[in-house]
């Protein structure tokens, strides 16, 4: 058992830090002559969290839709959030679809 000042920390948190310890521990064991700077802090369930959980990130597409149409439903989404930035200028979803169309409509019309 630690103790520990719980107006700090939380129950969770101290045991993860135990078992930050116990991992460090562990490897100064194991390889005694290695730099403590070099030596994992994780746990082998921290470690998974971080590297494969935390990190997935596929999301469904769907494959017939065009880049077109996948911009038009964000549009939809969040018309009002940043789509493009560049210095100081910024365009929503909205403002960009509204050039973006006017672009495709003068180009129907020049064949």
């Avoid at 562990?26 to 802090?41: D, G, H, I, S």
């Avoid at 746990?43 to 038009?72: C, I, K, M």
């Avoid at 930035?85 to 973006?100: D, G, K, P, W």
């Amino acid at each position: 058992d630690f103790e520990y000042n719980r107006n700090l920390f939380d129950a969770a948190t101290v045991q993860r830090i135990a078992g930050h310890f116990e991992s460090l521990l562990r490897a100064l064991l194991a390889t005694p002559n290695e730099p403590v700077a070099t030596l994992p802090l994780l746990t082998a369930s921290e470690r998974t969290r971080l590297l494969v959980d935390w990190n997935e990130t596929s999301v469904p597409f769907e494959a017939r839709a065009g880049y077109h149409q996948l911009f038009e439903r964000q549009v939809a989404k969040t018309p009002n959030a940043v789509a493009v930035r560049f210095e100081a200028q910024v365009l929503t979803y909205a403002e960009l679809n509204q050039m973006a169309n006017s672009i495709a409509h003068q180009l129907q019309e020049a064949g």
